[in-house]
């Protein structure tokens, strides 16, 4: 069987034997995949951990649906791993993968979520640890839009009117942010510092760097988290985040 050149980022491991891992990892080619790295708890193998991006050679199984891929010589192509002995970085960055890992489905590649994707680690890599919040924000609002579930922050949902402050709350069943005269009862106006970060965050097409207080970060947090796993039909649970 044929080898294939994968380049993927690592996204997590757990020992399969004495002597090799279990990897899950998101690919340029063949979206997420999960294979064996026989050997890859020493040696050479090892590169297989998560936070780098590798390319290496796949051997895959006979049937995609059923079975690991075969895993050998790793080359690093590009080395996040600073960041998981970074206090203020590597909440963010482990959340990066644990999304991937959640809400990608195996073996169905999308090459802008893959940019997406390694463009944010890079940018985390060097954001202060009051700027890692708005990356991981603008990850998951690109994320949203690659999906299909692109929030609306400039029509209102409901009655299509264009949308001027002041707002209404954003609302997941309806796919956006209300208008202040379609607002559902009970739900929270959005002030307009939040509602000026929405629209920075969605308007950008690169990570931002944004500092923000930790009360809007919160915020935001939930609301895109709860967003994306109303539209995803998943719990989303980042544990990363729950050591912030």
Known sequence: MSSTLLRAVILRTRPYSETSLWVRMYSLSHGKVTGLAKGGRKGNERLFTPLIEVEASGYPPRSEAHGLWNLARPEISADWRAMASEMDRFPYAFSLLELMDQLM???????????????????????????????LLWFILRLSDLLGY???????????????????????????????RCSV???????ESIWTLIVELSESQSPLALRMPVVHRERLFTMFVSYLSYH????????????L
């Open 232 to 243: 995803c039909d998943k719990a989303l649970r980042l544990k990363s985040l729950e050591l």
């Open 185 to 191: 009862p009970g739900s929270t106006p959005l002030d």
């Open 150 to 180: 692109s929030l609306q922050y400039k029509i209102c949902p409901r009655c299509d009117q264009p949308l001027v402050f002041p707002v209404g709350g954003l609302v997941s069943s309806v796919g956006g942010i209300l208008c202040a």
């Open 105 to 135: 489905g195996d073996h169905e590649p999308q090459p802008d979520i893959y940019e997406a994707l390694t463009a944010s680690l890079d940018r985390l890599s060097t954001a202060t640890g009051e700027e890692c919040a708005s990356v």
